[in-house]
């Protein structure tokens, strides 16, 4: 069976689900770091932690628009921590195959079988290491700007 949103599927990638993707994922981060930057800088100690995908990395996930709305939000994450700075850090987390998450459950086990077998850490990433990263990004004082993906080592994801 075909991934029926896979990146390979052009044809099927309507405007009207790109419109819907992309201003779920990209343009949601954006209006809520702007609305919250006022105050964040206020306290001169705020901290900003976007969550993407590996395929924001490299064309991946369940669709076109899904890979090109999780680069968005590492690109927004690079602008706003220049934006931001020196009072706000920006950062993001990029996550990989999530076991036990509702995502995970939607996909084909074609596509997370091939996730498990790929990771060199013998096992995906968790949602606990994607807190605890985020906690880690929060007590960083010299940290911006930065995205680091969690998905047990799979080298398409090592950049």
């Known amino acids: 069976m075909e991934y029926r949103h896979s990146v390979h599927r052009l044809q099927a990638l309507t405007s009207d689900i790109w419109d819907r993707v992309l201003e779920t994922n990209a343009r ?15 306290h001169k100690a705020g901290r900003i932690v976007n969550i993407a995908s590996i395929a924001g990395l ?10 090109a709305s999780k680069s968005a939000v590492i690109h927004l994450t690079h602008c706003l921590a220049v934006a931001l700075a020196p009072d706000v850090s920006v950062n993001c987390i990029a996550p990989g195959l999530v076991e036990g998450t509702r995502m995970a459950e939607r996909l084909p086990d074609e596509v997370k079988q091939s996730a498990r077998s790929q990771a060199i850490l013998g096992r ?17 004082d010299s940290v911006t700007g930065q995205t680091i993906v969690v998905d047990g080592g799979i080298p398409m994801g090592m950049r």
Do not use: H, K, M
């Not at 209006?31 to 800088?41: D, G, T, Y």
């Not at 995906?124 to 960083?140: E, F, K, N, P, W």
């Open 28 to 42: 949601g981060p954006f209006l809520l770091c702007r609305a919250f930057a006022p105050e964040l800088r206020r």
């Open 58 to 67: 490299a064309p991946a996930g369940s669709s076109i628009a899904y890979a």
């Open 124 to 140: 995906t990433g968790s949602a606990d290491d994607i807190a605890q990263l985020a906690v880690t990004y929060c007590r960083a």
